[in-house]
């Protein structure tokens, strides 16, 4: 009897000091690092969108946040190219959380991976900034308010702004020519819906396999479907060989050709020739106001390319989740994810930007369109702001969301 | 209008036309494998990377030295082809006694390499390289609306396939060479200089590839990307026409550009691997290719 009380004595004693600590370590830094992953893609069809530029604006941020708050605790950043393979991504991301201490991974480009590492990202409790990936499905079905914000931009508010502006000028008939993987399916049902809800048809469409070599055959389809606008449901190169198929073919003289995730980096790659008059969302420009104009030139020096939006939001993300640490002394998950959710976000890229409870940063999107090479002054000027969406309008409003976690309260 | 399977038939017409033009880049790029293949026996992975270096260099000549489309479509293919004879010299020549396994190891490094220094210095993007004048505007065909410089396409193509064919075929310099092939060591004893065949021979094979990479130039954006999304359909072309046939190549590879090119109407969703499908029943039914012989 004595000596099972001396045991359960030593056990307790045992057990006590390792329950304390793990007390203590929730209230300050794991390993007093905090770790940030940048994942891309580094050598596929997204690598100029994010790529390389996405860590030297994680980069930027980190620094300007180490001269502006002087923090106790030290930053880490590594990063990886996940290829644009879902299994590649989330392996590295597996292997980041469980044996080198990342506390939070952004960028995150492409649907695919984006909703493979959020799954990930869940089950080992740490946050996701996702700045890159566009599909709805990260804030709705595939929701994880706990872990994942969904920082830049997604694929309805990349279709709202210019699907209902081209109705409202009788362009009521579409055809889209679609990504076939998560995004493009995400863009399209998107883009569907608003142009269903302002009364226009969609008469019909055609997917194509990611990376495809030759959009002229889609395009001669969407050219015989006598549609008014031909939606490009696609990103980056397919994208910029769409849209140069569409010239070369004469699609743009009796159809309207709508990029619906373009950014300046397709525009600066195809030229304002064939892209002029272009109409389409942005997130991020760097010509809008002193603040960005200055950011973005700071980013120009050091990547000899101005920024997407990719770039801006990453520079942000990880600007907002430094603050969010700083200021609870914590990396403790729940706690920075509440703090972030309970601070607004501003700065270069967004003004009065606010997490939403499913998840969705919201913060103001620009229509723009594509200036006529004559009306450009210097290099990068590509682009009038036609409009500018105020947030509530930009993204897809909270009564309309799927996401199962925000429904049940 | 009469339909096929719900198909209009005038873009049927149409979506033969491109696969035609796809086919010509195939035709084209298999031709020069075909080549090197037959002769060195070896695999040549770089196939692409030079393909993407032959637009590279013409976007080059524009940009920083005004040269435009013309003179690179002759001196981008000859920069390429000495740019091959540099590799065969250099590093090929030791491989051909070893497996085709080294060959393909040292072309696939070397592809990866050079579009690596590529992906550093310009981005993933591209770069825009406008059509040439002579050849902007379209052709309206009636059933369809055909941009000139894709029939200038077709026509190159074929004309530089055919004038390789007969040169292999019918002329005393390809009788050397296919007697090279055959057996080497005769071949140099009735004091043929069979080395240097060979290195001329890669460095054509490969010039092939910078020859479609300028007629791609103005086609597709010219990004460092542009002969890895090419090459692996290239390879299967080549593997249903049978390794090391000149006329296998050639054939197959517009066939496989027309199936493809109905496979998009058809299944678009399929287009990327109706060409993979096709390969594996040809090597169930015939594993040395189509037009192969066994050995």
């Known amino acids: 009897m004595m000596k099972r009380k001396l045991l359960a004595l030593a056990l307790s004693a045992m057990l006590f000091p390792v329950a304390g600590s793990a007390l203590a370590q929730a209230s300050k830094i794991s390993g007093d690092v905090v770790k940030i992953a940048v994942l891309t893609d580094m050598s596929g069809v997204y690598a100029d969108l994010g790529g390389k530029g996405s860590v030297v604006a994680a980069e930027m941020a980190i620094e300007d946040f180490k001269a502006q708050f002087k923090p106790k605790f030290k930053i880490d950043l590594v990063s990886a190219d996940h290829q644009n393979k879902a299994d590649v991504g989330s392996n590295k991301v597996r292997e980041w959380y469980d044996t080198q201490g990342v506390d939070m991974v952004t960028d995150v480009l492409n649907s695919g991976v984006a909703i493979a590492v959020a799954k990930v990202t869940t089950e080992k409790n740490k946050i996701m900034i996702n700045a890159g990936a566009a599909s709805t499905r990260l804030t709705n079905e595939d929701c994880a308010p706990n872990n994942v914000v969904h920082y830049v931009y997604d694929t309805y508010a990349l279709a709202n702004g210019p699907v209902s502006v081209m109705i409202k000028q009788g362009k009521d008939t579409w055809f889209f020519l679609t990504a076939d993987y998560a995004f493009g399916h995400s863009l399209e049902k998107d883009a569907t819906a608003v142009v269903l809800a302002n009364g226009g048809k969609v008469l019909g469409g055609v997917r194509h396999p990611l990376n495809a070599s030759d959009f002229s055959s889609f395009l001669l389809q969407a050219q015989s479907s006598k549609a008014k606008v031909v939606a490009l449901a696609n990103a980056g190169g397919d994208t910029i060989n769409s849209i140069k198929a569409a010239n070369e073919f004469g699609l743009t003289k009796s159809q309207s050709v709508v990029g619906l995730l373009t950014t300046i980096i397709d525009i600066h790659a195809v030229g304002l020739q064939a892209t002029q008059g272009m109409m389409f969302t942005e997130g991020f420009y760097w010509n809008l106001n002193k603040e960005t104009r200055d950011w973005s030139r700071r980013f120009f020096d050091k990547h000899k390319r101005m920024p997407s939006m990719l770039h801006a939001g990453a520079y942000s993300a990880v600007t907002t989740y430094l603050k969010a640490v700083q200021a609870t002394g914590t990396d403790d998950t729940a706690t920075v994810m509440k703090k972030m959710h309970d601070t607004p976000i501003n700065d270069a890229f967004a003004k009065g930007g606010r997490i939403r409870e499913d998840g969705r940063m919201v913060h103001d999107m620009y229509l723009v369109e594509v200036k006529k090479p004559s009306e450009s002054k210097e290099a990068w000027d590509y682009y009038n702001i036609k409009q500018v969406i105020p947030a509530e309008q930009a993204f897809q409003s909270m009564a309309l969301s799927r996401c199962p976690a925000v429904a049940k309260k | ?295």
């Open chain 2, 1 to 295: 209008m009469t339909e096929i399977f719900g198909v209009p038939i005038q873009a049927l017409f149409g979506q033969l036309m491109l696969g035609l033009v796809n086919g010509s880049f195939y035709a084209v790029l298999s031709l020069g494998l075909a080549v090197i293949f037959g002769m060195l026996n070896i695999i040549n992975f770089a196939h692409g990377a030079l393909y993407m270096a032959g637009a590279m260099l013409a976007w080059m000549g524009m940009e920083y030295l005004g040269i435009g489309y013309w003179w690179m479509l002759l001196l981008a293919p000859i920069c390429v082809g000495l740019i091959g004879i540099a590799i065969e010299r250099l590093m090929l020549q030791w491989l051909y006694k070893l497996d085709h396994l080294y060959g393909l190891l040292l072309t696939f490094g070397l592809a990866l390499m050079i579009e690596g220094l590529f992906r550093d210095l310009y981005g993933v993007a591209g770069q825009p390289y406008s059509i040439p004048e002579e050849f902007a505007g379209a052709f309206n065909l009636g059933f369809m609306f055909l941009p000139k410089y894709r029939a200038w396409i077709v026509f190159a193509s074929l004309s530089v396939c055919l004038l390789t064919w007969y040169m292999i075929e019918k002329t005393r310099l390809g009788a050397y060479l296919r007697a090279a092939t055959e057996n080497p060591q005769l071949t140099q004893a009735f004091g043929i200089n069979v080395p240097l065949m060979v290195m001329l021979t890669y460095g054509f094979g490969v010039g092939l590839a910078g020859f479609a990479g300028v007629l791609a130039a103005p086609a597709s954006q010219v990004g460092p990307l542009m002969g890895s999304n090419l090459i692996i359909v290239v390879f299967a072309v080549v593997v249903i026409g049978g390794m090391g046939s000149i006329l296998g190549s050639v054939v197959t590879g517009l066939g496989l550009g027309i199936i493809e090119g109905m496979t998009k109407v058809f299944w678009p969703e399929a287009s990327a691997t109706v060409v993979f499908m096709i390969m594996a029943v040809v090597l169930m039914i015939r594993p040395a290719g189509l037009f192969g012989r066994e050995k």
